[in-house]
């Protein structure tokens, strides 16, 4: 199954404005990790990006996951792209 990295932005104060949606958008992520779908997915140290690997069919279903993620939705996430990854190692 292909996989595929994503890479995007956070909103500024990301920290603050997440809290509302913060559990939702975790609850989600541990769904699609159980599913094998989501590998990883996290912010960098200074929290101005998020970085994540997915396993799906197809990037479509990526960027559907990503769009329906609370974090997209409050725009705490503003901008994101998607590639397809050829995992080397």
């Keep these: ?13 990301a920290l603050e404005k997440r809290t509302p949606y913060r559990q939702a958008h975790l609850d989600g992520l541990a769904k699609q990790q159980e599913r094998g779908i ?17 396993q799906a ?3 479509d279903h ?3 996951l990503i769009e329906s993620d609370p974090y997209w939705q409050n ?8 590639k397809e990854w050829i995992q080397a190692f």
């Design 1 to 13: 199954m292909p996989k595929y990295i994503i890479w995007g932005s956070y909103c500024d104060n």
């Design 38 to 54: 989501l590998i990883t997915l996290g912010p960098t140290k200074d929290n101005t990006k998020v970085f994540g690997i997915y």
């Design 57 to 59: 069919e197809a990037e």
């Design 62 to 64: 990526v960027r559907q």
């Design 75 to 82: 725009v705490i996430w503003t901008e994101y792209e998607v």
